[in-house]
């Protein structure tokens, strides 16, 4: 289902699909009603308005621009197949843009605030930083992304800044200022409370990246969030110190960081904010929290652990992903069906199918430190001096009857050859030679054979001795035909120098 708007008041996006959702829509793609960059959603303000739907809606919804909406009902409209896939790379940086992190890293910022009264939003972030965090953890201590969080603040028209609004709301004589949480100037916290814990999470972030660990800011704003809620009145200085030195970090460089609040001076991390809120090219301008920019592109999604990690993973080079981007619940493995379509052997448990985040590549692995070499399709093959390593160098091996015999050829050489014995083509097969039936062996008169699984027996008749190196048969018996002068030249021809004649007659038992 394809719906246009025609005006972006006449309901929410969220409205929208969830009326598609109920009319049996299997995915709503809603057009703007204007031209121009794609705004980011943002929650309904009524919340009875929204709240009995917003979280059931399941069917994929995406906002699209009106030309791209105006040319897929143009093409429906004369019949042709239209093919739609939603993938989160069309809403990320193009494999150009990726190339400009040479450090095959992915960068994100996430735009947030302290406050947790503004009811279910301010709700649903907090418990996506919980969810998140560990997550963020594994990806920023392994050096996979580069993660920043970042908070909007308004500044007070000059001639308001002595008014009593701006003095509740703002920080540094109406420089920093933020809406007061209640909405009620009478009662609660005021929004210069809110300004003053952002800072404290900003120069956290700052020092705790300082010293080696931005990740543990993902700690005090989840520890921050549960010790000290508005609601129980803790959102205070000296909880979030409690927090701060929990955790390990030094609190005189954030109390330095955020500086004198009341005084007439900038403060160079709220003006760097500032300035960090005017988008430029693909970023875009940061107007509505929470905001997440990946790889420089405002992310447009539901703010949950999976969808997010999704994105996130999606803005990686393939085959660069780490392992959390592979696991079950993120992405489907191709390497299970039908090992992606991909060269493996199957004997050595080796495959150059390679799962990747958004699908697979056939690439010819390295084992063991013996590198394979082929299209990854159809062939790969090992090579160096320790490709014999790997399921035997590629060549036969058997063992049977407690004797094992194998074709690799183990002077480094490349090749397969069947062992004595044997005959075939030294990779697929090698089959046993019967040399008795063969007559290779074993064929003096007196000589009896048998043939066993890559050799022969050879016994002599008349308790006769049998010699292999001459296939013949030596009687004990001095009356033998064959003289004993030729025996003592067989014999004398075998034996080594360090042996006496002595010792071969003994041997012999004669």
Known sequence: MIGITTTITDCF????????????????????????????????EEENDWSEYLQNITIPSAFISRALGYSIKRALTFGEMVNINLDWMESLPDRMESLQHPDERVEYEFWTSSNDGCGPKCERQIEFVKN?????????QKGYTQFSPH???????????????????????????TPDP????????????????????????????ESGKPWLWWDYVTDFAIRCPMKEKKYTKDCADKVILSLGVDLTKIDKCIGDTEADVDNPLLKAEQDAQIGKGSHGDVTILPTLVINNRQYRGKLDKRAVLKAICAGFEETTEPAICLSEDIETNECLE???GCWQDKAANISACRNTFSGRVCECPIVNGVKFYGDGYMHCEASGALHC????????????????YSARIDDHSHGCKCPPGFKGDGVNSCKDVDECKEKLACQCPECKCKNTWGSYDCSCSG??????EYD????KDFKTEVSWGSVWEIILGIVTKKESRDTWIRRLGL
């Open 13 to 44: 996006f969220t409205l929208k699909a969830w009326n598609a959702q109920k009319a049996g829509a299997a995915a709503i793609l809603i057009a703007d009603s204007m031209h121009g960059p794609l705004i980011t959603m943002d929650t309904p």
């Open 463 to 468: 308790g006769s001795l049998y010699i292999r």
């Open 132 to 140: 998140f965090k560990a997550a963020a953890r594994i990806l920023e």
């Open 182 to 209: 209640e909405q009620d100037f009478s009662k609660g916290y005021d929004g210069k409370d809110v300004v003053v814990q952002n800072l404290r999470q900003a120069c956290f972030f700052k020092v705790a990246n």
């Open 472 to 475: 013949t048969c030596i009687s």
């Open 338 to 340: 039908n090992n992606g």
């Open 151 to 177: 908070y909007i603040t308004w500044y007070c028209p000059e001639p308001f800044i002595l008014s009593e609004q701006c003095k509740s709301q703002c920080i540094n004589h109406g420089r920093y200022c």
């Open 389 to 404: 390593e790997i399921n035997n160098g590629g060549c036969w091996r058997k063992t049977l009857e407690g004797r094992t």
